[in-house]
């Protein structure tokens, strides 16, 4: 028996099965999970001349990770777009005007504040990576000798601390939001979907992008891993 063609043209609309959104494709979710693994794993080890190669490579693979974030929310598909969070930060000197004019803390918008903390929590942990990987790379190569190599650690070293902080900062607006919306904000990251019926924003998972982004972040991986027990101890 054919499919009827009102559950055809449902599925072509990309309604959603069951109630459930898909609102976050597979690249941008991986991309996610990597940048943060990639970070943790950096920061542990930082510390240590033995653990440096893997450090270095988890470094570099979080750059890379963030340069492939930012062409994917150039050119890819209107969901992954950066410019939502352009937008969001655009409004930030009218919130701000409006504040004055509230008489009654109620009649504050609240909720675009707390998208404008998001916004510029993101944004600011975004603008620290380059600067972050740069300080890394120019103390790995030990540029300047060991005077100016040990000024750019220090500088390294800061920065990443201040990135583990907005990270941390991150988290706990999740929680927060999430606490006074009623609804898990990080599961939209980790699954992808929504309950709630209507048409899904994202009509193309592309799995295929994300397993890519997961192949190249093992092979650096591996190369290192070959590189470290090819060290001699």
């Given amino acids: 028996m054919s499919a009827s063609p009102s559950l055809h043209s449902s599925e072509s609309r990309g309604i959603a099965a069951a109630g459930r959104r898909l609102v976050t494709d597979a ?7 990597l940048f943060a693994l990639s970070f943790i ?10 653990w440096r190669l893997l450090h270095v490579t988890l470094g570099y693979s979080f ?32 919130w701000l005007r409006a504040l004055p004019a509230a008489r009654t803390v109620s009649a504050i918008d609240w909720r675009r504040g707390q998208n404008l903390g998001m916004a510029l929590v993101v944004v600011s942990m975004m603008a620290l990576v380059a600067p972050l990987a740069l300080s890394g790379w120019a103390t790995y190569e030990e540029w300047g000798g060991a005077l100016s ?20 900062a991150h988290l706990g607006l999740i929680v927060l939001l999430s606490r006074l919306r009623r609804r898990n904000l990080a599961l939209p990251m980790l699954t992808g979907r929504i309950e709630g019926a209507g048409p899904s924003p994202v009509t193309h998972n592309r799995a295929w992008l994300a397993m890519a982004l997961l192949a190249a972040v093992l092979a650096a991986l591996m190369a290192a891993l070959i590189a470290f027990t090819a060290w001699p101890s």
């Fill in 63 to 94: 750059a890379g990770l963030l340069a492939f974030r930012l062409l994917y929310g150039l050119v890819g598909p209107r969901h992954a777009r950066l410019s939502a969070l352009g937008r969001r930060l655009a409004g930030a000197t009218a």
């Fill in 41 to 50: 794993g950096a920061y542990l080890t930082a510390d240590g001349e033995r």
């Fill in 149 to 168: 190599g040990d000024w750019l650690e220090d500088v390294h070293e800061f920065l990443g601390n201040t990135l583990l902080a907005l990270a941390l």
């Fill in 27 to 33: 690249p941008t979710r991986m991309f996610h999970g």
